[in-house]
């Protein structure tokens, strides 16, 4: 440990911005397991620095299950400087500001501009995307690097002494590192924590995920004006509320509906799902329902977090975790594939400050510390609006309210 916190004290501007170009002086060949977001962002951030990529991906064909994703300035900052900006540019919407409203009239109760303050103040936009086109900007990116992905490899086995990995195929892959992102379900976190895995835990949250043609929205008076300008909105009520912005160069209304849930997703009934998500909202802004109505299909999520683990990186220093597959989160600070973006950026850092082969168990350490009270703190703070959006009317909720009030007074909507 004392070689890993001197080795991130030296190292700890170079962690803080990778707009750098430093290449690697150890070379290593990384096999990363998952072609997600976080997986391929990794691969991009590796392979920036010289080293040789191989992400293998369980699926047929390499794609995003969704609609929209936010991308916070920690997030797209590092894409920027990763060189994603021509392949992101037409994909993605650039929201002018984050409104939250009142469950039961839309009334203003909370807002932040975002344009042209988060350029100014972070240094880097904040975009909504298509999760699809997200990916597919990471995927071209990736290949333009030389990154080969190989589809259809489901990882089974690591060994992670050699360190190599068994596809269900049989075929044995071996490398000098094995990166794993392959989700909350992952296999690797098994193999990472010396047999007893220790699973991302249901939150007692629940989110329907639609999408509305933004068409059918810009023909209705009452509710274009939500397309006016790109914005986010959000509204927030006793155990709900609903995220929304366009995406697809706006041609698509973007929504999240939370709520709570504590029943077994076993027991959800997919066929019942748009029913369901329609019946909890009644009684909402009768805008916001009217939106509501026009969704035709909808599929229900569990949220779940991840729980504080011993280790991310095996002993043998040979094999690590990441992304979701890490430390998973409930989305209510927009930040799960963000910290899967900042986990390749920090693991790519660290591995271009060694000198030799000997000190990857202490950049790998470096990584974990660092890392771990990063997203530990953002699984925590996404809990935490958990709570805060969804108080029930009456003393929290007015005193919520009053503190967010600052920020709306003195702005007309
Ligand atoms: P995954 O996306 O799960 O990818 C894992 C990949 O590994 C998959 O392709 C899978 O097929 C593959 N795989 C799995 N097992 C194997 C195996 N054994 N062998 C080979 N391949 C394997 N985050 C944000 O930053 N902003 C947001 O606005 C946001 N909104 C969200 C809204 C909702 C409703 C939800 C549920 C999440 C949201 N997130 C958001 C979180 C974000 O979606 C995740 O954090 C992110 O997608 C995780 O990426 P990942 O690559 O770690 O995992």
């Not at 951030?45 to 369980?58: C, D, F």
């Not at 929205?217 to 939500?226: G, H, M, Q, R």
């Not at 029943?263 to 066929?271: G, H, M, R």
Request: charged share 25%; net charge neutral.
């Amino acid at each position: 440990p004392t070689r890993s916190l001197q080795f991130l004290r030296n190292s700890s501007s170079e962690y803080n911005n990778d707009a750098c170009s430093l290449q690697a002086k150890v070379r290593l060949r990384i096999i990363v397991v998952g072609a997600g977001l976080g997986g391929l962002a990794c691969a991009i951030a590796l392979a920036r620095r010289g080293h040789t990529i191989t992400v293998l991906e369980q699926a047929n064909q390499l794609g995003e299950v969704g609609a929209g994703i936010q991308i916070p300035p920690n997030s797209s900052r590092l894409l920027h400087s990763w060189g994603l900006q021509p392949f992101l540019k037409s994909a993605v919407v650039e929201p002018d500001g984050m409104t939250f409203r009142r469950w039961l009239d839309g009334k203003v109760i909370g807002y932040t501009k975002l344009v042209p303050q988060f350029r100014e103040n972070f240094h880097a936009p904040y975009y909504v995307i298509h999760r699809a086109h997200f990916h597919d900007a990471l995927y071209r990116k990736a290949l333009e690097l030389g990154v080969q992905v190989k589809v259809a490899s489901r990882v089974e086995k690591y060994d992670i002494e050699a360190p190599s990995v068994e596809l269900a195929s049989g075929d044995i892959l071996k490398a000098d590192l094995i990166v794993a992102a392959d989700g909350v379900k992952s296999v690797a976190r098994k193999f990472v924590l010396g047999g007893n895995d220790i699973p991302p835990e249901r939150t007692g949250f629940a989110a329907y995920r639609a999408t509305v043609d933004a068409a059918k929205i810009k023909d209705d008076p009452e509710i274009s004006w939500l397309l006016e300008k790109p914005s986010v909105n959000i509204w927030i009520g006793e155990d709900r509320h609903v995220m929304t912005y366009t995406i697809a160069a706006g041609e698509s209304f973007n929504m999240v509906l939370s709520h709570v849930d504590t029943s077994d997703p076993a027991t959800w009934k997919p066929e019942k799902a748009l029913k369901d998500m329609q019946d909890y909202f009644t009684g909402w802004d009768p805008r916001l329902t009217k939106i509501i109505a026009m969704i035709d299909k909808t599929i229900k999520w569990p949220l779940l977090s991840g729980k504080s683990l011993p280790r991310w990186v095996t002993p043998s220093s040979k094999v690590l975790i990441m992304g979701d597959a890490a430390h998973a989160m409930v989305p209510y600070m927009s930040q799960g594939a963000a910290m899967a973006v900042e986990d390749g950026a920090a693991l790519a850092t660290v591995l271009s400050l060694i000198d030799t082969a000997e000190d990857i168990p202490a950049a790998l350490m470096a990584f974990e510390t660092v890392r771990m009270k990063r997203s530990g703190q953002m699984q925590a703070a996404s809990l935490l609006n958990g709570k805060l959006w969804h108080f029930p009317d009456g003393p929290e909720q007015i005193l919520r309210d009053e503190s967010m009030k600052a920020e709306v007074e003195g702005r007309s909507f």
